[in-house]
């Protein structure tokens, strides 16, 4: 069954799942933001800074990758959040 803008009761209605916490967290984490975290921290404490940026992207890759785990069922979060788009009139309403 689709679902009916409540604003135009227009029947186009295109899914739109939200990505915005997505990307936030893809650029909070960037494997290039944290390989400079890394380098500056190592270039604090006299470290090698070359240490600190393989650690930063080592650690980039982590959380990427138990971000994408988390990310996986895109039917979950689908679930939690159902976002529509009327592309009759651009209102975005959730059931
Ligand atoms: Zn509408």
Do not use: W
Request: charged content about 10%; hydrophobic content about 40%; glycine content about 4%.
């Amino acid at each position: 069954m689709k679902p009916i803008c409540p604003n135009c009761h227009s029947a186009h209605v295109v899914e739109n799942i939200d990505i915005n916490t997505q990307s936030m967290s893809e650029h909070l984490f960037s494997p290039k933001l944290l390989a400079s975290l890394g380098a500056s921290f190592c270039k604090y404490y006299k470290i090698n800074p070359m240490i600190g940026m393989v650690a930063g992207g080592a650690i980039a890759t982590v959380i990427n990758l138990a971000q994408q785990r988390l990310m996986q069922p895109p039917l979950l979060k689908t679930a939690i959040m159902p976002r529509y788009l009327c592309s009759t009139c651009q209102h975005t309403f959730s059931i």
